[in-house]
């Protein structure tokens, strides 16, 4: 959030998460969420260097959603089959946010990098119809490729999907998602 450079912990278990903090329901609110081996203090990652731009253009809710202990510590292969709880946890954040899906939910977008595209994807399957816009930044194609839409990001997991593909030579997906 804008007024703390460090940002501010988002305690799920805490009963005002989100009086605590510079939240403002009427800013549009970005969530981020970084790739396997990424983290969210990284200065040139998506969180970072994301957090940085949005504020130098306007008033933003930004959260990053640091999953590191999940995405270092584990093979790929965990991480991917643990994609979906995440994705799970970010949905129960989001429903408390937002009032249930009531307030601020029409500037929502989230925003994925690599497998952290898949996970946006797996947020916008669990809460249907109501995210209005999800961006993969070059989606995980290991362990993803082969997937069904219903197993890695697809074009209905949002109103809005979008997808940039600037790795699809290494390790980003081919194939047009969003």
């Not at 703390?4 to 305690?11: D, H, P």
């Not at 549009?28 to 970072?48: A, F, I, R, Y």
């Not at 991917?80 to 937002?98: P, V, Y």
């Not at 209905?156 to 979008?162: I, L, N, P």
């Amino acid at each position: 959030f804008r007024d703390n450079t460090n940002g501010q912990l988002l305690n799920r278990s805490e009963p005002n998460m989100i009086e605590s903090t510079t939240y403002n329901a009427l800013n549009p609110t970005k969530v981020l969420v970084h790739g396997w081996l990424g983290n969210t203090q990284e200065k040139s990652g998506v969180c970072s260097y994301n957090v940085k731009s949005y504020f130098k253009v306007g008033k933003y809710n930004v959260i990053c959603v640091d999953w590191k202990q999940y995405s270092t510590d584990l093979s790929y292969t965990v991480a991917t089959i643990r994609a979906k709880h995440i994705a799970h946890d970010i949905a129960k954040i989001l429903k408390r946010i937002t009032y249930n899906m009531t307030e601020g939910v029409d500037t929502l977008h989230l925003i994925g990098h690599s497998m952290g595209a898949h996970i946006v994807g797996f947020v916008g399957k669990e809460l249907a119809n109501q995210i209005p816009r999800i961006t993969g930044l070059d989606p995980a194609k290991p362990r993803y490729k082969n997937k069904g839409p219903e197993d890695r990001l697809y074009i209905t997991d949002a109103h809005f999907v979008d997808v940039m593909h600037t790795n699809s030579a290494k390790n980003g997906f081919e194939k047009s998602i969003g």
